[in-house]
C-alpha cells in the first residue's frame, strides 16, 4: 500500500486547510484497515488527530474534534482532512497513515508527509 499527501503547503490563518490522501495498492474499504491523519509540528513529537475506518466511520482526537473533518472518496480510493480556523500553532508536517493488525501480522504504512505553513 502507497499513500500521498496532497495540498497548499500555506495556510492564511483562520482559513481551512484541506489535505487529501491518494491510495495506492489497496482499497480503502478493505476490511478492517483504520486511515489516519498524524502531524508533527516543529520541534514536537507526532500527534494523531483522527482516523476513518474501512466502513467509513470516524474518531478524532479530543482537543482537535471541533475544527477537525475526515472524509473519503472512494471512487477516487483517498481519503481528506479538513482542519478549521487554524492558527500558526497548526503548521506541521501532515502524514496520512494506514494501519492493520491481524493475529500475527501489523501492517502500518505511512505516506512521505507534506509540509504545512500557517501564516498570513
Known amino acids: 500500500v502507497q499513500l500521498q499527501e496532497s495540498g497548499p503547503g500555506l495556510v492564511q490563518p483562520s482559513q481551512t486547510l484541506f489535505l487529501t490522501c491518494t491510495v495506492s495498492?489497496?482499497?480503502?474499504?478493505?476490511?478492517?484497515?483504520?486511515w489516519s491523519w498524524i502531524r508533527q509540528p516543529p520541534g514536537k513529537g507526532l500527534e494523531w488527530m483522527g482516523v476513518?475506518?474501512?466502513?467509513?466511520?470516524?474518531y478524532y482526537t479530543p482537543s482537535l474534534k471541533s475544527r477537525t473533518s475526515i472524509s473519503r472518496d472512494t471512487s477516487k480510493n483517498q481519503f481528506s482532512l479538513q482542519l478549521s480556523s487554524v492558527t500558526p500553532e497548526d503548521t506541521a508536517v501532515y502524514y496520512c497513515?494506514?494501519?492493520?493488525?491481524?493475529?500475527?501480522?501489523?501492517?502500518?504504512?505511512w505516506g512521505q508527509g507534506t509540509q504545512v505553513t500557517v501564516s498570513s
Open positions: 497513515n494506514a494501519f492493520r493488525q491481524s493475529l500475527k501480522v501489523v501492517y502500518n504504512y
Open positions: 495498492g489497496g482499497s480503502i474499504t478493505t476490511r478492517y484497515y483504520v
Open positions: 476513518i475506518r474501512y466502513d467509513g466511520s470516524t
